[in-house]
């Protein structure tokens, strides 16, 4: 069974009133340990003497076991008298000191990592010696990288950047607390289940990506919690229950990116060259030979979740296999498509991490991506028809390779009439002809074990049919151009072709149609609310 816990901010001093609220809670709830993530003895006398001898003298009923750390104040000297006689850490029955820094793991297999007290800007080369002043050296926060693994780390201090790429403002009158780049390097490296950490008001991140996972389909996601101190003037959060479940390979509905790519990626190697770039659409540079590099795994593939360096405000959808976003250096502008009123080239990427769909390990996941990538293009198909009033179809195409990195589909608008004129399909072929590649042949677009350049050309019913119900949907066809290993392709074939198709030939190279960021949001937002009714991805959550 899967163990319930509850954490609790500080206590303000009046932990015996928050023993008797937790023997309440305790008699309804079974959890299995409870922790306080905050200052359990509150400011420098704050909790009475006679508290403070009730407790050593275990006279205080505390009704389930209760981990807690240093937090920002200093231990009342009853305690650490206490402690100092303790071998293992008691200060009474069920109330356990965790210590400046600890690694330990439960009775019920739950691993706790806990960095307690504030940084010490003064000491920075040694470990604290004194285990229960209030304060931690760099050199604390480094030593317990070393445990890898934590489903729960436990700081006083807050990782730097943490609202990174969040839409969780602090409530208003309060701000930022102290912040350290150490604890986001700690959380990086133990990537926890949940991060917890204390502040005088409540805050819960959406969750993010973290770790590598190159064998694993299960991503680590890590949920960031403050909380506020129990019976708090504002009246802040001061409480979390959660069962602490297995892990699961879905991420939940708005997991962001890794916010430390500020404060991680300082203590990194530099990314690899922009031979590989984010939403590129896989430029074609060979300009100096240069030895060959292995394939970025997740953490520096620019298509991955767990990147932190993503450009997490380009992503507009999240589904379970599969995520939709808006490309860098769009080929059409916000004024291509008058109906539209926003580029619309998109990308529909699958989350694993593979160089074709075919190569996915797990079949079950193999097949889900697939029919989930099927499915956003579809709603991307319907979103068109409404919007244009069925003036616009649509080209989706990829370059599948199996040396590739991450696989990915390219989605653009394109008018039907250019579609019904059998324009499109004959610029590609043509296009093929004159660069000698093979002749480009109507196929099934099956994810084969081969290399393979994918074309799908979308048009929509006509208006009579919809109307009738005999065609809802459209008409697809699909072509594909088989790439041998002979074959020196152009990667921005695709691209290429539509530019002048669209007559856009200026736009040829994506670097030369960079936005400013504030304009990328904003065509991420427009499409967004177009895309809304349409986003299953939103539906039943």
Known sequence: MAPKLVVIGGTNGDFISLFEKLSTLQSKNNFSFAIIAGDLFGEYGAASSEALKSLIEDKVMIPLPTYFGLGKQPLPAEVVGRLTKSDDNVVCSNLYFLGKRTTLTSSE????????GQNDPEVTARASKD????????????????AKTADILLTADWPTSVRNFSKVAVPYGFSDPPNH??????????????????SAFFFEREPFFQGEND?????????????????????????????????TSTPPLGTTASPFSSAVLKKRRAPLDSQFTRFSQDDNRHHHKRPRQPPPGPRECFFCLSNPNLAVHLITSIGTDAYLTTAKGPLPTRETFPSLQFPCHMLIIPLSHSPTISTIPDSLCRQSTNAEMKQYRNALHSMLAQKSERQLGAVSWEVSRL?????????????NELIEKGLVEAAFKVEAENLKYPKMVLQEASNADYDVFRLWVWSPAPAVEVEEGSNTLGTERALILPLSPDIRFDLQFGRRVLAKLLGLDNRLDWKDCIQSQEDEVLDAEHFKDAFKEFDFSQKDS
């Open 215 to 247: 064998t694993s389909e299960v991503r680590s996601i890590t949920r960031f919690i403050s909380l506020a101190s129990y019976q708090n003037p504002a009246k802040q959060k001061w409480l979390y229950a959660f069962t602490l479940s297995a892990a």
């Open 403 to 415: 040396g590739g990195i991450h696989a990915h589909w390219q989605f653009l608008p394109i008018p």
């Open 109 to 116: 297999g739950v691993r706790i990592v806990a960095l307690g």
């Open 181 to 198: 780049q150490h604890i986001s390097e700690l959380c990086s490296a133990v990537m926890p289940r949940y991060h917890f950490s204390s």
């Open 131 to 146: 285990k229960y002043t209030p304060f931690y050296t760099m050199a604390d926060a480094k030593t317990l990288k070393g």
